[in-house]
């Protein structure tokens, strides 16, 4: 079986250390390829060594992650990013969101919660540490409330097409779009597309808000031969 391959960047050296200390001795399928301690000499790691995930810390000295998240996004977007901080301040993990970072994890996770979440991120699923999420939904649901033209609670179902409530129902599950394409066996800007519909039908602009709908509107009872 393939090993996963994991760059590490962070700035705190012990921190590293003991992570790929850990990484390497409780998960037998995960090898750690690079490590850097600034944005800067992480995305040369990353282009040298081409890791499947990278796990990147939020705020350094100089090029910070979420800085270097959009430029790895632009370079090479195949590989995935997870954030991973002492700070659960919900407008880190939403720029860094729209980079493609694929989680936002709290540095005191446990270990074997953090190999699940590199398995899990390896197969297109985002990651969201519990408090992160709480915080986040909990926003957008005022946001949404006071700036949406359409009420969550006006919408359902019957507002979006077959193809859309697919989508919109893997979105809701954390999937990303490359994992959703290959879901619906479509191809990954279909699944753009369907999405940008999906936002203008609801009057958002993010995905944890329309996540958040979808799950108030139980979209899943009308896509279950999807599971």
Known sequence: MNKIRVVLVDDQVLFVESLQTVLELKATDIEIVGVAHDGDSGLKVIRNTHPDI???????PGMDGVEATRRLH??????????????????YVREAMQYNALGYILKNIPSTDLIDSIHAVRNGTVQLSAGVMDKIVGRNQVRTQASSNVPPANISAAVFSRREREVLYLLSKGLDNTAIAEKLFIAEQTVKNQISKIYAKIGVHDRFQAAEIARQIDIGQYCTYVD
């Open 74 to 91: 632009q370079e090479l977007p195949d590989i995935k990013v997870v954030m991973l901080t002492t700070f659960d301040d919900d407008i």
């Open 54 to 60: 990278v796990l990147m810390d939020v705020r350094m």
